[in-house]
Every structure is written in C-alpha cells, then in structure tokens.
C-alpha cells in the first residue's frame, strides 16, 4: 500500500510552528508531507536550525509580511485561514488523504477581524460535518461535548440531542479510526461528584442519564456519569477506550500533566484524519530552536495510521 499523503500546514508564523516542520521534513516519516504555507518562511525556520530541506512538496501560500519569531502580525492571519482552507479542501476533494496542522495564534486572527475560535470548528463549518475534539496520548483519550467556550455558557451549550450527536460520532470513530468494534466509554458528570444525585447539580439527571439510557438500548457501552475527580484514576482507566469530557478543562488538565509531549490533537467526525499538535505557538521560545517537536512527529505519525486504517477499511 502506498504511503498516505498528508497535508502539513505550519500554523502561525510567528510562532514555533515552522520549525517544528522544518525538523518533521528534515526527520523523514511513514507518510509524504505536502506543506500548505509560505515556503521561503519554511527554508528560513530550517536555516535558523541549520536544517538542508531541498526539494520539499508545497502548496504556495505567501505571508503578508516576512514572519519574525515571537511577535505575530496580524496581517499574516488571512494567510493562516487560507493554508488551513485550502489543504482542507484538497483533503475534501481527494488531492492529499489527511491533515496534520501546527499551532495557531487565535488572538493574532481575530485582531485581523478574522471571527476565529478554533480550527475545529472551522474545519467542521467548511465540511458542514458535526465533528468532536479528542485529544489523545498513549493510553489515554479524552473527548470534549463541548470545546472552546467560557465556562459560564458550558451547561446551556450540552443538551440531549448535542450529546446524543457528540457521542455518536465518537463511538463511530473509535470503531472506525481506531478499530475498536465495541468501545467502552466513560462519561464525565458536568457537576462535582456528577451531581451527588440532583444535590449538587441536576444536569445529570435531566440531560445526560436519558441520552445515556437510550444509546445503551441501542448497543453502546457508555459508563457513567462518572465523578471527574476519580474516573482517571489509573485502575479504572483500563476500562475504558475512550472518555467524554463535558468541557475543556475538566479532561485536558489530565492527559496533558501525563505526557504533553506525546499527545495529539483529534478532530472527530470529518472525512478525513485530522490531528494537530497538543501545544500553542510558544511565542517566548520560538526561533530559538528549542522547541520539542515530538507532538507533531506524534500527530503525524497517528494521522498517516488514520488514512492507512481508512484505506483499509473502504
């Protein structure tokens, strides 16, 4: 089988993204790597390195302005949309069979007057797919019902029908993405101690219970709602394939402290793989050549292993 074609765009220029590709192209991978994104940008990350990229595969998206590390303009944001755009696109069309993305600067593309909340949700407008976000390290995955929203607006943003939809794509990535014919699935509780049965919260009782009862009625493991405060500890966690968060920092704070370095950012629900990096631009260290790139050798790596499964499965 041939090896899958993937689209890797850089994210902010300003940030430590572009290096981190440059040593992905410099490494080698089971995948061939298409860059979406401003080439000369790419070959002066790699020269700071003191990296040889020659002859590298790219889709030309030019800056605005010549990129400097630490400090993002603005003026490059329609840039970023673009390569994010456009390689999505190709992967839409069949040109390229996933997307790998490095970190984006949100404050930097609303300043632009570019509405932006995340790539998530921008992939899954452009698709017009509901998608989940789930980040994911060696022995742990975690899924969000809801992504990137103040914490004041989490309890009106899950409803029954979101959570049926959130919980269905997830169930049928985890067999499809990941070949798990029966996933078992933890479910979070949204209150402390998922409600102490209505006391501290009555969301688990009037949303998340009957949507739960009813998938399990149609053959889903699903277990819960489960206080967040004990479900990841390491004995229960071997029973579960997969565990659903109901908002960001209820599950992340978790999987992050257990390895940054080596985990992935998974979009759910789209048609095709999609996996970022699990880190921001760290302005403070980019152009140093310092930066880990082990996150995006990682997304990579499980995004060619997405495509491969796909391909297998078609």
Avoid: W
Avoid at 34 to 60: K, N
Avoid at 250 to 269: C, D, F, M, R, Y
């Amino acid at each position: 089988m041939p090896r899958p074609r993937l689209a890797l765009v850089p994210g902010e220029p300003a940030g430590v993204g572009l290096e981190l590709c440059a040593r992905a192209l410099a490494h080698g991978h089971d995948a061939e790597l298409v860059v979406y994104g401003d080439a000369d940008a790419l070959r002066d990350a790699a020269a700071r390195l003191g990296l040889a990229i020659p002859g590298f595969e790219h889709v030309a998206i030019a800056n605005a302005v010549p990129a400097v590390p630490g400090h993002p303009d603005p003026r490059n944001a329609a840039a970023v949309i673009a390569a994010l755009e456009t390689a999505a696109r190709d992967c839409l069309d069949g040109r390229v069979d996933g997307l790998v993305t490095g970190p984006v600067h949100k404050a930097n593309i609303n300043a632009a007057g570019i509405a932006y909340t995340g790539t998530t949700e921008l992939l899954a407008r452009q698709a017009g797919r509901d998608v989940v976000m789930m980040l994911a390290r060696p022995g742990l995955r975690v899924a969000l019902a809801t992504t990137h929203l103040p914490l004041r607006a989490v309890p009106d943003a899950i409803s029954q029908a979101s959570l049926e939809t959130t919980l269905r794509v997830l169930h049928a990535s985890l067999r499809t993405d990941f070949g798990l014919p029966s996933p078992a699935i933890a479910v979070l509780g949204l209150n402390p101690h998922a409600g102490e049965d209505g006391v501290l919260g009555t969301e688990e009782i009037e949303t998340l219970e009957p949507v739960l009862a009813k998938l399990r009625g149609e053959g889903f493991d699903l277990r819960g709602p489960l206080p967040a405060d004990t479900a990841f500890l390491p004995a229960k966690l071997g029973d579960f394939d997969a565990v659903l968060a109901m908002y960001h920092d209820q599950g992340l704070p978790v999987l992050k402290s257990a390895g940054i370095e080596h985990a992935v950012n998974i979009t759910l629900g789209l048609p095709y793989p999609r996996v970022a990096v699990d880190h921001g631009t760290a302005l403070d260290i980019a152009g140093t050549g310092i930066a880990d790139p082990s996150s995006l050798f990682a997304a990579i790596a499980e995004c060619a292993r997405m495509a491969a499964q796909r391909k297998a499965v078609a």
